[in-house]
T-cell receptor, first 115, second 110 residues
Framework: DAGVIQSPRHEVTEMGQEVTLRCKPI?????LFWYRQTMMRGLELLIY????????DSGMPEDRFSAKMPNASFSTLKIQPSEPRDSAVYFC?????????????FGPGTRLLVL | SQQGEEDPQALSIQEGENATMNCSYK?????LQWYRQNSGRGLVHLIL?????REKHSGRLRVTLDTSKKSSSLLITASRAADTASYFC??????????FGPGTRLSVLP
């Protein structure tokens, strides 16, 4: 299995631009999570999908952030407009369990820098 | 939501020594998990221990769970330079997101 795939691996953009991060979960997994990691705040859960449906988006920082999961094999996290404080590493993780408390498998992350 | 808090924040040991890191949490859980993150990489799941278990082994890893003290420990025996990483605990409860603690940064010196 290829594991969780994220793209791009690195993204440098200017403030105000739209950023789209992509994730392909492990085949057969029905739960998907987006996390953000910074030195100051550590790992934060942004949103959790189960069977392609957003279950918990309480971690999404503000309206500039949106996430979609149009099918079981693809999810996007969009930031529009981006700001320097959005600079972080964004991880996607998937799980074979419907329970969000079970083992999660992480992708390699997208390192985002907003200038 | 649950939160694991790792201790110590940083640990430096010589290759071949054992490394022990601890995790404390606040409320009841279904399971507790340990993850490793190498620099610049994603998190890798190491081991899951359920609330009705007290000890679990996986290779050079030994995890204990004391639900009465709301704490867990991760022991890495005979450490190697490749074990250098950050280690996170995460507590899981049904219907709740698990929240990662700040992690323990382990450095294994050759």
């Amino acid at each position: 299995d290829a594991g969780v795939i994220q793209s791009p691996r690195h993204e440098v953009t200017e403030m105000g631009q739209e950023v789209t991060l992509r994730c392909k979960p492990i085949s057969g997994h029905n739960s998907l999570f987006w996390y953000r990691q910074t030195m100051m705040r550590g790992l934060e859960l942004l949103i959790y999908f189960n069977n392609n449906v957003p279950i918990d988006d309480s971690g999404m920082p503000e309206d500039r952030f949106s996430a979609k999961m149009p099918n079981a094999s693809f999810s996007t996290l969009k930031i529009q407009p981006s700001e320097p404080r959005d600079s972080a590493v964004y991880f996607c993780a998937s799980s074979s369990s419907s329970g969000r408390e079970e083992t999660q498998y992480f992708g390699p992350g997208t390192r985002l820098l907003v200038l | 939501s649950q939160q694991g808090e790792e201790d110590p924040q940083a640990l430096s040991i010589q290759e071949g020594e054992n490394a022990t890191m601890n995790c404390s949490y606040k409320t009841s859980i279904n399971n507790l998990q340990w993850y490793r993150q190498n620099s610049g990489r994603g998190l890798v799941h190491l081991i899951l221990i359920r609330s009705n278990e007290r000890e679990k082994h996986s290779g050079r890893l030994r995890v204990t769970l004391d639900t009465s003290k709301k704490s867990s420990s991760l022991l890495i025996t005979a450490s190697r330079a490749a074990d250098t990483a950050s280690y996170f605990c995460a507590t899981g409860s049904y219907g709740q997101n698990f929240v990662f603690g700040p992690g323990t940064r382990l450095s294994v010196l050759p």
